[in-house]
């Protein structure tokens, strides 16, 4: 059973930086796409970065130049870094991974950015 943890959430003024981890446990999944979304109040849960096995990105428009996903296989880790951070991109951030046809969630972590 893969289990994800996100940490790294708080609350920054514009601007800022955070940098968010995702650790795995249960399984290496060192050969897996694994990703971030991110949900805001009403809004529904949206694709922000992901990371295949060999390293190659995908990043929604709205966080392209500004975050960067990268991954630790060593660590079993995801990491999520956040720069020039604006309002809207507050929300809750969720971790997950694709293990064939199963897709695994993380409890996610709040990230709100100040005006």
């Known amino acids: 059973q893969v289990q994800l943890v996100e940490s790294g959430g708080g609350l920054v003024q514009a601007g800022g930086s955070l940098r968010l981890s995702c650790a795995a446990s249960?399984?290496?999944?060192?050969?897996?796409?694994m990703g971030w979304y991110r949900q805001a109040p009403g809004s529904q849960r949206e694709s922000v970065a992901r990371i295949s096995s060999g390293g190659s990105t995908f990043y929604a428009d709205s966080v392209k130049g500004r975050f960067t996903i990268s991954r630790d296989n060593a660590k079993n880790t995801v990491y999520l870094e956040m720069n020039s951070l604006k309002p809207e991109d507050t929300a809750v951030y969720y971790c997950n991974a694709v293990v064939g046809p199963s897709i695994y969630w993380g409890q996610g972590t709040q990230v709100t950015v100040s005006s």
């Open positions: 249960g399984s290496s999944l060192s050969r897996n796409v």
